[in-house]
C-alpha cells in the first residue's frame, strides 16, 4: 500500500517535472506502484467475479498428471517459467524506437496499456486454456466460434511469425554489420549450442544443468575472446562483413536450425538463452537500482508530429504500435495456450502467472525505456536515424542532428563508437545497439569502468541471443503449421518426419522471413521504418484476435455484464491498429505510406534518377507490403465479426450461452 | 556433478531445472511408479529424448 501511494507520488513528480532533468528513480517508482494497485484490485476483480477461479476445482496438471507436459508446478517457479517465456527481445526494442517521441508516451502506454490490455488478455486466455485441458488459441478459437474463425486464426498466426522472425533478424543484422566482436561472439554460439546438445544427449544424458553450466562458462569466454578478434589486425577480416551477407548467413542459419534434430541446437540454445536472459535482467534492473541515472532525453520530443528520422508517423497511432511488447501483445496468447495452462497447480496461481507475468515484462519495457532515455539525445539519434538521413559520416550526422535541436559533437559520436569497441554507431537502427549503449553506461557506473566495451557487447550478445533463439523456434513452428496447412490438400504434406516435407516446408518458411529481411537491409528509409510497424501491426492484431476469443468465453460462461473487461482493450487496439495500417497503406506522405512511396519511385524512375532494376524491386516491396498490411486487417476483421455475431446470438437467446469446458472435478488437494 | 544431491542444494537446482524446462528424470520415474505400475520404466537416455520430442513437438513455446 505504502508502495502504491509512492507510486502515486511519482506520477505526480513525473507531471511537475516536465522539461528538467528527471532521475529514472521516479519512472520505476511510478511504473512499480501502479502495478501492485492493478494486482491487488484489479486482477483480484478479474479472478474473483469475472473468471470465478475456484481452488476446489482440479486443473488440467492434477487431472492429467503424466510427470512430462502436465506437472502441477509451485507457482513462482512456474511464474518464472512463464516469465521466461513470454519476454525475450519485444519488450528490448519497441520501446527503444518509440523513445524518439520522448520517454513520457511509451511510460504512459507501458504502464496503462498493460494494467487494462496486455495483462488481461494474457490472464483471460490462460484462464481459457486452463479451463479446457490446455487448448491452443486456434483450437479454442475453432470451438467457440466456428471452424473459419479457427483456419483464419492459424493463417494469421502464421503471418505473423513470418513478420516477426524477418524483423527481428533485421535487429541482428543493424547490430554486427562491421562488427568483428560481435559477429565472432554470436557465432561461437553455434558450436557451444551443439557441444551442450552432445553432452545431455550422448556423453551424459539429461544432465542438462551440467551442460547449461558449462556453455555459460564457454559463452563468456568468447565474449573476452571477441575483443582480441576485433583487435587483431589478421582476425577482424575473417569477421566483419556487410549487413546483407549477414542476412544470408542468417537465412542458411535458419533453414539449418529447422531441420537438424532438436536436442542438437534448439533445445541447448533455449536453456542457454533462458539462463542469459533472467540473469542479464536481474543484472539490469539491479544496475537501474543502483544507479537511478538522470533521463537527458526530453519528456516529448518534436517528433511527436510524424517527422520522426527513426520511424515515420505521429504519435498516435504509433506509438502504439511501436510499443506492442510490455503493454499488450498477441503473441503471449499463444504462449498463454501452449505450456504454462498444464501446469498450473491451483486454479487462483493463474492471476499471479497469467496477470502477474505480464506485468513484470512491462516493467523490462520500462526498463529498456530507462536506459535509451538516459542517453544524450543527440547520441541517441546517431545511432537509430537511417545512414540516408544522417550522410555517409560523424560530420554530416552531427551536422544533421543539430538541425533537430540536440547538441552533438563528431568527436562524441566517435569517442563513444571508440569507448566500445565498434568503429562506427551510426545508423545502427534497430534497439540492440541503443540498448546496448544505455546497459553499458549502466552497469559501468554500478559495477566499475574501464569495462564499458564488454558490457556493451554483453548486451549485443544476449540480445542477439534471444532472438536467434526466436529464429530457431519461429521457423520451426513456423514449419509446423505450414505442413499442418498443406496436410489439408496433400496428406503426405503434413506428416512432420517425413523428410521431404519437412526441407520443402522449412525452405518455404526460410524463404519467406528471409525476402522481409533482405529486402529491409536494402531499404534506403532503414527498414526498421517499413518493417517494424508491419510487425507492430500484426502483433496488436493477434491480440485484437485473442481479445475476441477472451470475450466469447465470458459471455459464453454466462457473464456477458463484465464483457467491457476485455471488449475496452479490444476496441483501442482495433482502433489503433486499424488506423496505422490504413496509414501504412494510404497515407499521402512517401515516407509513411507504402502506395505513396512507390509512387515516388516511379516518378524518380520516369526522371531517369532512379536505374529501372532498382526502382522495379521498391516499387514490388512496397505493394507487397501494402498487401500484407491490409490482408492482416480483413482477417482480423473477419474474427472479429464472426465473433459479434455469436455474441448477438448468445445475447439475444437465440444461442444458449454455453461454454465448451471441461467437467468440473474436484480437486484431490487438501485445503 | 550436478545430478543427484540432498537438501536446499538439490531444491535449489530443481528449480532452476524447472524454470528453464528442462526435464526431471526423478519426478517422472516417481510418477510412474506411484499411477502407472504396470509400464516399464525408461532410462534416463529414452525418457530425455521423449521430453525433447514433446515439448518442441508443436506449438510456439517462446515469445518475442
Known amino acids: ?33 501502479t502495478y501492485l494497485l492493478a494486482y491487488r484490485f484489479y486482477s483480484r476483480f478479474l479472478a474473483d ?10 486443473t488440467p496438471a492434477e487431472r ?24 525475450g527481445a519485444g519488450p528490448l526494442v519497441g520501446p527503444v524506437l518509440a523513445a524518439q517521441f520522448g520517454y513520457l508516451p511509451g511510460t504512459l502506454w507501458i504502464v496503462f496499456g498493460v494494467v487494462l490490455g496486455g495483462a488481461v488478455q494474457d490472464f483471460v486466455i490462460l484462464f481459457g486454456s486452463m479451463r479446457r485441458d490446455g487448448k491452443s488459441l486456434g483450437q479454442m478459437a475453432k470451438e467457440e466460434t466456428g471452424p473459419v474463425t479457427g483456419l483464419l486464426a492459424m493463417v494469421a498466426v502464421l503471418a505473423i511469425m513470418v513478420i516477426l522472425l524477418a524483423v527481428l533478424a533485421l535487429v541482428v543484422v543493424n547490430a554486427l554489420k562491421d562488427s568483428p566482436w560481435g559477429v565472432f561472439t554470436i557465432l561461437c554460439t553455434i558450436p557451444i549450442a551443439i557441444l551442450m546438445g552432445y553432452w545431455m544427449k550422448v556423453w551424459r544424458p539429461g544432465r542438462t544443468l551440467e551442460a547449461s553450466a558449462l556453455g555459460v562458462v564457454l559463452l563468456m569466454a568468447a565474449l573476452v575472446g571477441g575483443r582480441y578478434v576485433a583487435q587483431s589486425p589478421i582476425l ?47 543484472l539490469l534492473a539491479l544496475g537501474i537500482l543502483l544507479v537511478l541515472p538522470p533521463l537527458k532525453l526530453p519528456a516529448i520530443t518534436r517528433f511527436v508530429d510524424g517527422t520522426g528520422p527513426v520511424f515515420a508517423g505521429k504519435l498516435f497511432p504509433f506509438a502504439f504500435i511501436t510499443i506492442a511488447c510490455g503493454a499488450i501483445s498477441g503473441f503471449h496468447s499463444l ?36 536506459a535509451a532515455a538516459l542517453l544524450d539525445p543527440g547520441i541517441y539519434f546517431a545511432i537509430n536515424a537511417p545512414l540516408a538521413t544522417l550522410g555517409g559520416n560523424v560530420h554530416s550526422a552531427a551536422e544533421v542532428i543539430r538541425g533537430w535541436g540536440f547538441t552533438v559533437t563528431p568527436e562524441q559520436i566517435e569517442g563513444l563508437a571508440a569507448s566500445v569497441g565498434e568503429k562506427t554507431l551510426l545508423a545502427r537502427t534497430g534497439g540492440a545497439p541503443s540498448l546496448a549503449v544505455g546497459m553499458a553506461q549502466i552497469f559501468s557506473a554500478a559495477f566499475g569502468t574501464g569495462l564499458t566495451a564488454l558490457w556493451y557487447h554483453f548486451a549485443i550478445m544476449f540480445e542477439a541471443l534471444f532472438i536467434l533463439t526466436t529464429v530457431d523456434t519461429g521457423t520451426r513452428v513456423g514449419r509446423f503449421m505450414l505442413q499442418e496447412l498443406a496436410g489439408q490438400v496433400w496428406r503426405p504434406l503434413g506428416r512432420t518426419s517425413w523428410y521431404p516435407s519437412t526441407v520443402l516446408a522449412s525452405g518455404l ?60 482493450p479490444l476496441t483501442w487496439v482495433l482502433v489503433v491498429t486499424l488506423t496505422a495500417g490504413w496509414q501504412k497503406v494510404f497515407a499521402s506522405d512517401p515516407r509513411l505510406g507504402f ?12 526522371a531517369g534518377g532512379m536505374d529501372s532494376a532498382r526502382g522495379a524491386r521498391l516499387i514490388f516491396n512496397d505493394r507487397l507490403d501494402a498487401v500484407v498490411t491490409l490482408s492482416f486487417m480483413i482477417v482480423t476483421l473477419l474474427v472479429v465479426l464472426a465473433s459479434a455475431r455469436e455474441w448477438v446470438l448468445i445475447l439475444t437467446r437465440r444461442k444458449p450461452a454455453k461454454a465448451q469446458e471441461s467437467p468440473f472435478v474436484e480437486t484431490a488437494y487438501a485445503g | 556433478m550436478l545430478g543427484r544431491r540432498t537438501g536446499w542444494v538439490a531444491k535449489f537446482l530443481g528449480t532452476l531445472r524447472r524454470v528453464a524446462g528442462m526435464p526431471d528424470y526423478d519426478a517422472h520415474v516417481d510418477h510412474l511408479r506411484r499411477c502407472h505400475p504396470e509400464i516399464p520404466i525408461p532410462n534416463e537416455r529414452e525418457f530425455y529424448d521423449d521430453f525433447v520430442r514433446a515439448r518442441y513437438g508443436d506449438g510456439p513455446t517462446r515469445c518475442c
Open chain 1, 64 to 87: 492429467l498428471a503424466n510427470g512430462r507436459d502436465f506437472v502441477p508446478t509451485q507457482r513462482w517457479v512456474l511464474f518464472g517459467h512463464h516469465f521466461a517465456a513470454i519476454a
Open chain 1, 236 to 282: 577482424a577480416p575473417y569477421f566483419s562483413y556487410s549487413g546483407l551477407t549477414i542476412a544470408y548467413g542468417m537465412i542458411a542459419y535458419g533453414f539449418i536450425a529447422s531441420v537438424l534434430p532438436v536436442w542438437m541446437l534448439l533445445c541447448p540454445r533455449d536453456y542457454l538463452s533462458t539462463f542469459m536472459k533472467i540473469g542479464a535482467i536481474l
Open chain 1, 335 to 370: 504462449v498463454a495456450s501452449g505450456t504454462t495452462p498444464k501446469m498450473l497447480t491451483r486454479e487462483t496461481d493463474a492471476r499471479l502467472i497469467g496477470y502477474g507475468g505480464m506485468l513484470m515484462e512491462s516493467f523490462v519495457a520500462i526498463m529498456a525505456l530507462c
Open chain 1, 1 to 33: 500500500m505504502t508502495l502504491a501511494l509512492a507510486g502515486a507520488l511519482a506520477w505526480g513528480v513525473l507531471a511537475l517535472h516536465r522539461g528538467e532533468t528527471i532521475s529514472a528513480a521516479w519512472l520505476v517508482l511510478a511504473a512499480v506502484g
Open chain 1, 49 to 58: 467475479r469475472v473468471f470465478g477461479l475456484n481452488d476446489r476445482r482440479a
Open chain 1, 509 to 568: 518458411i526460410v524463404a519467406a522471413w528471409g525476402y522481409f529481411l533482405v529486402q529491409g537491409v536494402l531499404d534506403p528509409l532503414g527498414g526498421i521504418n517499413s518493417l517494424w510497424p508491419l510487425f507492430g501491426i500484426s502483433n496488436q492484431l493477434l491480440a485484437a484476435v485473442a481479445l475476441c476469443v477472451g470475450t466469447t468465453l465470458i459471455i459464453k460462461s454466462g457473464k456477458a455484464r463484465y464483457a467491457w473487461v476485455t471488449l475496452l
Open chain 1, 595 to 606: 502506395l505513396a512511396h512507390a509512387a515516388t519511385v516511379v516518378d524518380q524512375m520516369a
